[in-house]
């Protein structure tokens, strides 16, 4: 029988130690989840699942700010916090580009709706589930724009100074039937 020395006994323990404690680390934060707030990003919303079909998505013209949660082929979701727009029972949200490009562009999460359009977008304390997916052409786009620049001064500015306007696309977000 091979006796241990307690400094090689500390050494074992300690290497344990350094590898368990991250391990539980990811695993509370994995299943406790995180909402982003303003510019950084989270993982899992939370709040309560929509019930049945919504008919009328005016309601959100009332929020200033909404979290929209993205599926990556890993598993753990992406939020972002966001704002948003309904015009004519549409829902639209925007994503502000560095440089100038096509969707999906440099933002991760556009890249991960090109992958997986399924995305929860979070309405107050409520979630639902949607499609995010560019503007189809643009009219659509053009609704989408018009209805962030009737909510929001930024985008209103935006709107009428076509000289200054940043590169940005419109993400129209469709319902999906529970």
Request: net charge negative; glycine share 6%; proline share 7%.
């Amino acid at each position: 029988m091979q006796r241990i020395s307690k400094g090689e006994f500390s050494s074992q323990r300690a290497h344990r130690l350094l590898v368990a404690v991250p391990a539980i680390a990811l695993l509370l934060l994995a299943t406790a989840g995180c909402e982003p707030k303003d510019r950084r990003p989270g993982t899992w919303l939370s709040g309560s699942e929509a019930e049945g079909p919504i008919g009328d998505w005016s309601f959100v013209n009332e929020q200033m700010e909404v979290f929209v949660e993205t599926r990556p082929w890993y598993g753990i979701p992406h939020s972002v916090t966001t704002v948003i727009a309904s015009k004519n029972g549409n829902v639209f949200v925007p994503s502000i580009y560095e440089t100038s490009a096509e969707f999906p562009g440099s933002k991760y999460w556009n890249r991960i709706i090109a992958d997986n359009p399924r995305v929860r977008l979070k309405v107050g304390e409520t979630l639902y589930a949607m499609e995010a997916r560019p503007a189809a052409n643009e009219a659509e786009f053009a609704e989408g724009f018009s209805a962030l620049a009737e909510k929001y001064d930024f985008w209103r500015n935006v709107y009428e100074d076509a000289d200054n306007q940043m590169p940005f696309v419109i993400i129209r977000l469709h319902p999906i039937p529970g």
